[in-house]
Every structure is written in C-alpha cells, then in structure tokens.
C-alpha cells in the first residue's frame, strides 16, 4: 500500500501528460514516478523495483513531434561522438548540453533521418535493469536505408554488426 501513496503523491508532483504516462507505465509494469525535477523541465524518472528504467517528460506541442519513445546510447564522449555523427553523413539536431551534473545530452540523426539520443553519463548512470520483466530489453531500427545504417553506426559507434537475415524481404 504505500508504494502506491508513493506514486499518487508523485502523480500529484508532475504535469498531466505525465501523470497519465505514469499511471499506464505503472499499471502496465509496476514502474514507480519519481517526482520531476522544474530545474529540468519537470523531467521525471520511471523506477523499476528501484532501479531507473525510463524517463518522461511533458510534450509541450512546440517541436511539432507526437509523443513518442526516445532511445539514449551512452557514449563515452558527447563531442567527439556528435562530431562523428555528422562526419559520417548524420544530422546534431541538439549539440552536446550539460544536464547539470547529471551528464551530457545529444540529440541527432542518423542519415536516414532515425533519431538518435546520446547520454555521456555524469551522476545519472542510465538504466538501473535491462532485459528482465517490466524492464527495457530490445530496440530496433526500421530504415529504408539499411546498408548505409549498417556503415553509419558501425563507423560512429564501433559497434559489430551481425545482421538476422540477410533475405532482402526480412530487412
């Protein structure tokens, strides 16, 4: 019972919009509010079993976006990182911001125009729990430019590539 006066006194912190992602997310997972921080624009912090799961913030209308999900790869270097998106035929649609002394945020995108979040890590470490029941555990790119994707993030992000099915009708 009081993880719930928890939450209803965090739901009473936060804006709406956010009050209602909070009562889904934890209706549907059992993730805990935590009240937003105004310093931040009322940024707010999902919890699972007390470990960081997500994030949510209030959509204000102003960037003509819907409401959507956000993935954030932690990078080791915000600048250099952001300077490699653009290198390799990307787009940094937000240059690297200090976030106090949480870490350093980028938001960008890949050739084909996917958005891409990056995270340089100071106090806010991330997720807490990965790919366990109510928790974050796969993330996917569709893009109509698969073989250029397959170059851009092994390039800027050193990451191996194994792809599931080499079959043209599966991509």
């Not at 290198?87 to 945020?105: K, R």
């Not at 980028?106 to 029941?133: C, R, T, Y």
């Amino acid at each position: 019972m009081s993880g719930h006066g928890a939450q209803a006194s965090a739901l009473r912190s936060i804006g709406s919009s956010q009050s209602r992602a909070a009562a889904f997310y934890g209706d549907v997972f059992g993730w805990v509010a935590e009240p937003g921080d105004p310093d931040f624009g009322g940024y707010s912090n999902f919890t699972k079993d007390g470990h960081l799961v997500a994030g949510c913030m209030t959509n204000d209308g102003t960037a003509g976006t819907p409401d959507m999900w956000s993935t954030y790869l932690a990078v080791g270097d915000a600048a250099a990182t952001a300077a490699a998106v653009e290198a390799n035929g990307g787009a940094v649609h937000v240059p690297p911001v200090p976030v106090g002394d949480l870490g350093v945020m980028v938001l960008s995108a890949d050739p084909a125009g996917a958005a891409i979040g990056m995270w340089q890590p100071g106090e806010h470490k991330g997720f807490g729990v990965i790919a366990e029941p109510g928790a974050p555990a796969w993330f996917e790119l569709h893009t109509a430019g698969y073989d250029q994707a397959l170059t851009f993030y092994r390039d800027v992000f050193g990451w191996d590539i194994y792809p599931m099915s080499e079959d043209p009708a599966f991509r």
